[in-house]
């Protein structure tokens, strides 16, 4: 009896060890909101310049630098030097994601809208056009927003920094991820040990990234939602029409135009769409990977495609290299290992590749069996990257704007970086 009596007080001991141990951790969470159609629509303003806090998608339109400010607007800045770049305006745009130009019109996404502006006066952009009800969800970040058409409302949500104390079993590993350290997010384990902190047919338009959902050919604008690839024509800007809209299925990602072709990025594939009759893209083939977030950048025969473990799948991390010599019929060269692929960009065979908290990466890839790195910048965040030249690179991170020099891919210069608001 006696025994038994020990055993229950130390099994009871050993409890209330476990229900002491507290811990304190900071994550991120997501909190919801609602917000109307009517707010969103008179929310759109020109604002003096302002510090980047939450950059997210990049264009380069002639001497002029767009930087998407997530759902908040864009920065509009001159970049006629860029080794001095100076900001000239933020145009304030509830909802804005994504971004293309043609002729000093400005097209963007606001929640639901397709919205048209006169930029040819960069600190005095004017709204001509609005398309409503064209989009009824969207996604950014793994952070959806969607639209109810009966209440007309937008129910969204915002990443907000959250600090709490908890009761753990002693020992446990009770980490959520991703963790907020230093002002500077990590998705896994492995992030956080190993960090170191297109051309129109007529007209002129901008180049955007690898990560954009927006593009522009001829008199037509592409936008690629979740699920379908929506045709625009935009030959009168004031009024741009819907013209097509072709279902791809769930989970499209991004679009690149090269040439007189569409390729599409989704979480399982590339689709490849001849796109001669630029208001009826016909899709040719797909290219299927595992599941994996999947920006995609083509070079004559090839096709590059970065995989990405994260909220859109559990793929390996890897760069693939695809042959399209046949659209019909693409197929793997070879697949490399990287750490966190992101955005990337390739011109005459100079491939520069942003692998998240691990840097920024320069390889030449004029032999896609054996790929050479040149350079890795460490103790960046590297989102986006754009090659305008064979002198000059932009690349978005968390942490900053930068432009290089990139004439020597062995040696990439920093011309200039504009900091992100620290937190």
Request: hydrophobic share 35%; aromatic share 10%; glycine share 8%.
């Amino acid at each position: 009896m006696k025994k038994l009596i020990f055993i229950l007080i130390a099994g009871l001991l050993s409890w209330s060890c476990t229900d002491n141990c507290r811990q304190t951790r900071t994550y991120k969470a997501t909190v919801p909101f609602s917000i109307g159609q009517e707010q969103i629509r008179s929310g759109v303003a020109v604002e003096a310049p302002r510090e980047l806090e939450n950059p997210g998608k990049i264009y380069a339109y002639g001497n002029y630098l767009l930087i998407g400010e997530t759902k908040k607007g864009i920065h509009i800045i001159d970049n006629s030097v860029p080794s001095s770049p100076k900001k000239l305006s933020f145009l304030k745009i509830p909802g804005v994601i994504d971004m293309a130009i043609k002729d000093n019109v400005l097209y963007v996404d606001s929640y639901t809208d397709l919205v048209a502006f006169d930029i040819s006066n960069p600190l005095s952009a004017k709204e001509i056009g609005r398309k409503t009800n064209v989009f009824n969800y969207g996604l950014v970040d793994g952070v959806s927003w969607y639209y109810d058409p009966y209440s007309k409302i937008i129910t969204d949500y915002e990443i907000k920094i959250v600090t709490e104390t908890i009761n753990t079993n002693c020992g446990e590993n009770s980490t959520v991820w991703p963790v907020y350290r230093g002002g500077v997010y990590y998705e896994s384990a492995k992030d956080l040990s190993t960090s170191n902190g297109a051309t129109g047919a007529n007209g002129t338009t901008g180049t955007g990234g690898s990560m954009a959902r927006f593009t522009i050919f001829d008199k037509y604008l592409y936008a690629a939602t979740q699920s379908d690839l929506l045709v625009f024509d935009i030959s009168t800007a004031e009024k741009p029409d819907s013209v097509n809209k072709i279902n791809l299925g769930w989970g499209i990602e991004t679009i690149f135009p090269y040439k007189d072709k569409l390729f599409i990025g989704s979480n399982t594939g590339m689709y490849i769409f001849d796109n001669s009759n630029p208001a009826k893209p016909v899709r040719q083939s797909i290219f299927q990977h595992a599941r994996a977030c999947d920006p995609v950048v083509v070079e004559g025969d090839k096709a590059y495609v970065t995989l990405r473990q994260g909220w859109c799948g559990q793929s390996p991390n890897q760069l693939d290299i695809v042959n399209i010599s046949s659209l019909t019929n693409p197929f793997l060269i070879k697949s490399y290992t990287m750490d966190n692929p992101h955005g990337l960009s390739v011109m005459a065979s100079k491939l520069t590749l942003c692998e998240g908290n691990f840097g920024l990466k320069s390889y030449n890839v004029a032999d896609p069996t054996d790929i050479k790195l040149q350079q890795h910048i460490k103790g960046i965040n590297a989102f986006d990257v754009i090659q305008l030249d064979n002198n000059l690179l932009l690349m978005i991170g968390d942490d900053g704007f930068y432009q290089y020099d990139n004439s020597d891919p062995k040696n990439l210069k920093l011309l200039s970086k504009i900091e992100v608001k620290k937190k």
